[in-house]
């Protein structure tokens, strides 16, 4: 009996485990909805996504939310998304559903649609920044009118079974909740009014549901140490191995290679690390009180352009950043007493779009930070970050045993050797 408890323990602890993350452990996509009028059959609700993450976004192709109707539910109609299947509609005269499937897939609408399909926040191809970098672009919201459901706060059957998709697995979603009704602001922000009834979907990540691999690795270089340590060899799994591309092969310059395939199967850069993303640390400069780090960013991938990128970084010294050159940054604080984690993302309409494979593939820039006296060394990696993370994934770093170590202190002392000559030729003239 102890045997079983221990194994539900232990599952029940690496379930809540795979889905927190250490450097943003309140961060969860919020899905609520709010009803805002009745219906002779139902009601109409404004659905609201909240990306509470401080640096994953949802990227293209963007999200997918599907749920399961807790009683025999259609869609009449929906403003600013749509479902992907309309489903048996067949029991209907006249006035048709937009859709009739017990569980509806939906999907956020491309930009550029007729205006009276639009909702606000909606229409950006299901791409939501980062709240952390972005929050005023880190909300998608639609608008959906539900018939053969409940026409009161009584008879009104939650959905259920909730599944988001952002744009591939990872996101565990927990039931929804009934909340206190949300207030709203009129535009002239004279009269609050409020939603008939609210629930909440709160839904967390886990890298580990997402892939078995990390999506990203780094490398590391210093100015002290001329051996730079490379990624991990199959850093990523080495699965794409054979349909990978050398990057002097004729296949690069074919016409639609470069096209993005619908379950974003990637086509990568032959590498040792076979990893879409590489992030290069350099140790540039150490002065008297400050020192200079160069981070690049590459990208192996042919098929894919990153989009609202972000880089997380946790190391000790970013509690004194001075400037940083090329990249925005942002101080994150998991926890409020320690100030050890930063991100990095590209200057608007400068650096913000990482593109594809190839000469263009790549970004960079340089960060200067004031020195600790109390703390800084260069001894046994410090001048390394502790944690990686792109677009929110977190990335393998190398064994520490290879990391660019200091010379040795020979030279040092090889500096005293004419003292020590002129000391010993005095010995020898005394004696």
């Known amino acids: 009996m102890r045997l079983v408890i221990s194994a539900v323990c232990v599952l029940v602890l690496f379930s809540y485990a795979a889905a927190y993350d250490p450097l943003d452990p309140n961060g969860n996509v919020t899905i609520k909805w709010d009803v805002v009028s009745w219906t002779p059959d139902g009601y109409v609700a404004v659905v609201t996504m909240s990306n509470f993450q401080m640096f994953r976004h949802i990227m293209n192709p963007g999200w997918t939310l599907s749920w399961t109707w807790a009683k025999k539910e259609v869609i009449w109609s929906m403003v600013g998304a749509q479902t992907t ?7 209907f005269k006249g006035n048709v559903p937009h859709c009739c499937k017990k569980t509806p897939t939906v999907v956020d609408l491309l930009p550029g649609v007729p205006y009276n399909q639009q909702f606000s926040n909606c229409c950006k191809g299901g791409v939501v920044a980062a709240w952390g970098q972005d929050p005023s672009a880190a ?3 639609f608008q959906v009118s539900v018939g053969l459901a409940g026409t009161s706060n009584k008879t009104v059957k ?3 079974n909730f599944t988001l998709l952002g744009p591939g697995p990872g996101y565990t979603c927990g039931p929804a909740k009934v909340v206190p009704s949300t207030v709203f602001l009129t535009p002239d922000k004279r009269r609050k009014t409020q939603a008939l009834m609210t629930w909440n979907v709160t839904c967390t990540y886990s890298q580990f549901l997402a892939r078995k691999n990390p999506g990203c690795c780094v490398s590391l270089s210093s100015f002290y140490n001329e051996t730079i340590t490379p990624c991990p060899s199959c850093a990523c799994g080495c699965q794409n191995k054979r349909n990978c591309v050398k990057s002097d092969s004729k296949r690069i310059n074919m016409l639609g290679i470069h096209t993005p395939k619908k379950d974003n199967e990637p086509l990568l850069q032959c590498t040792h690390h076979m990893c879409p993303i590489r992030v290069h640390w350099h140790v540039k400069l150490n002065y008297k009180d400050y020192w200079r780090v160069k981070v690049a960013v590459t990208n192996f991938n042919y098929r894919m352009n990153y989009s609202l990128w972000t880089l997380a970084v946790q190391h000790p010294n970013l509690n004194n950043v001075t400037q940083v050159f090329s990249f925005d940054y942002k101080p994150l604080l998991p926890y409020e007493s320690i100030n050890d984690t930063g991100m990095f993302y590209g200057m608007k309409y400068f ?8 000469p263009t593939g790549n970004v ?9 006296k109390d703390t800084f060394t260069l001894k046994q990696g410090w001048a390394f970050p502790r944690k990686v993370y792109f677009n929110g994934e977190e990335c393998m770093l190398p064994p520490p045993d290879t990391y660019p170590i200091l010379p040795n202190s020979a030279p040092v002392n090889l500096l005293n050797f004419p003292a020590f000559i002129f000391t010993m030729l005095v010995m020898l003239a005394v004696w």
């Open 85 to 91: 299947e309309q489903g048996d509609c067949s029991k």
């Open 139 to 141: 909300v998608s919201s």
């Open 158 to 160: 939650l959905p259920k």
């Open 364 to 372: 960079q820039s340089e960060i200067l930070l004031q020195k600790d």
């Open 351 to 358: 650096n913000d779009l990482l593109m594809e494979a190839g």
